[in-house]
């Protein structure tokens, strides 16, 4: 069964910290995909990054990294200097490649970030 | 270019009433998903729309139905409201069923209130 866990309900960090969020996830499939999202207090989804199973070079997009390690399943996000525009709810998700129009989510981490 | 637009935005109803829910697709899009978003938990899958029928299912009783207009534009149906149907619904679109889940793209969402 596929799963995504994490761990961290919420976290507040100072503003120009950085803070990285956890994600483990579970799947029987040797293909599949995992994304990250974020939602602001508006409510929308955010995509941030898809990642192949196949692909695990970790990637840096300006001050957003990411950490992609099957042996221990987890694709963990940095943030780095993080801004107050940072706050907001973070997902992690996975799709299987037999079902890659249908995303898991985990349950979310709730980013405060204080001036 | 509109995004993806969902209406209402809130809406109160109580236990047994039924309700509505509507989403228009981003410009281009044919393929409209529907999540279910718990307070403090992650979106569900509920089922997906394109050419007009369902497609994919996720594990929701058939109170919960949905119909795909010819101009791609949805419907949530919701029959007989529980107090755990009071959730954010999102909607969601994208280019084709078969594209990849990665660029999926998210309304903000109507908030129901079952009293």
């Known amino acids: 069964a596929q799963k995504v866990t994490q761990a961290q309900t919420e976290i507040s960090v100072v503003e120009k910290e950085d803070v990285t969020l956890d994600c483990v996830y579970e799947?029987?499939?040797?293909?599949?995909?995992l994304f990250w999202y974020k939602q602001p207090p508006s409510g929308e989804l955010v995509f941030l990054i898809r990642?192949?199973?196949?692909?695990?070079q970790n990637e840096i997009s300006g001050r957003y990294s990411w950490n992609f390690q099957k042996s221990t399943s987890s694709f963990n996000f940095t943030i780095t200097a993080s801004q107050v525009v940072d706050s907001a709810v973070y997902f992690c998700?996975?799709?299987?490649?037999?079902?890659?129009?249908?995303?898991?989510f985990g349950k979310g981490t709730r980013l405060h970030i204080l001036p | 270019d509109a995004g993806v637009t969902q209406s209402p935005t809130h809406l109160i109803k109580t236990r047994g009433q039924q309700v509505t829910l509507r989403c228009s697709p981003k410009?281009?899009?044919?393929?409209v998903s529907w999540y279910q978003q718990a307070l403090g938990q992650g979106p569900q899958f509920i089922f997906q729309?394109?050419?007009?029928?369902?497609?994919q299912r996720g594990n929701f009783p058939d109170r919960f139905s949905g119909h795909q207009f010819p101009n791609y534009s949805s419907e949530l149906n919701v029959n007989a409201l529980l107090l755990g149907d009071s959730a954010l619904y999102l909607c969601?679109?994208?280019?084709?069923?078969?594209?990849?889940?990665?660029?999926?793209?998210f309304g903000s969402g109507t908030q129901l209130s079952v009293l």
């Open positions: 969601a679109s994208s280019l084709h069923p078969r594209d990849r889940a990665e660029k999926l793209f």
């Open positions: 799947t029987r499939d040797t293909t599949y995909y």
């Open positions: 990642r192949n199973s196949f692909d695990e």
């Open positions: 998700a996975l799709s299987e490649a037999r079902r890659d129009d249908k995303i898991i």
């Open positions: 410009s281009g899009h044919d393929t």
């Open positions: 729309y394109y050419e007009e029928e369902e497609r």
